[in-house]
Nanobody, 121 residues
């Protein structure tokens, strides 16, 4: 079974930082584009970032550009999301995803259980 275990969420004040990690198991990590989505209460789910498996291209959603940095360590089958200058609007459950594709297509096949990020004002 494919497992995506996200960790690193928590409570932080506005302007602070958090680093999320997602450890993957049960898949050939190098062949998957790994991404992050988030969903805030009462809002639609939105894409946050994605790192392709091919050329290492990294996608960011407009609300997080310039503040979040995604990276992957294929040797550890882990992807990271460094979140800086956090805002209350970043409060959401963050989900790690995996898409069997060299490029980020926004249609992942696998989803982790999510980790809650709460940013206080």
């Amino acid at each position: 079974d494919v497992q995506l275990q996200a960790s690193g969420g928590g409570l932080v004040q506005a302007g602070g930082s958090l680093r999320l990690s997602c450890a993957a198991d049960g898949l050939s990590f190098d062949d998957y584009a790994i991404g992050w989505f988030r969903q805030a209460p009462g809002k639609e789910r939105e894409g946050v970032s994605c790192v392709s498996s091919g050329d290492g291209y990294t996608y960011y959603g407009n609300p997080v550009k310039g503040r979040f940095t995604a990276s992957r360590d294929n040797a550890k089958s882990t992807v990271y999301l460094q979140m800086d200058s956090l805002k209350p609007d970043d409060t959401a459950v963050y989900y790690c995803t995996a898409d069997y594709s060299a490029r980020c297509r926004g249609r992942p096949e696998y989803w982790g259980k999510g980790t809650l990020v709460t940013v206080s004002s």
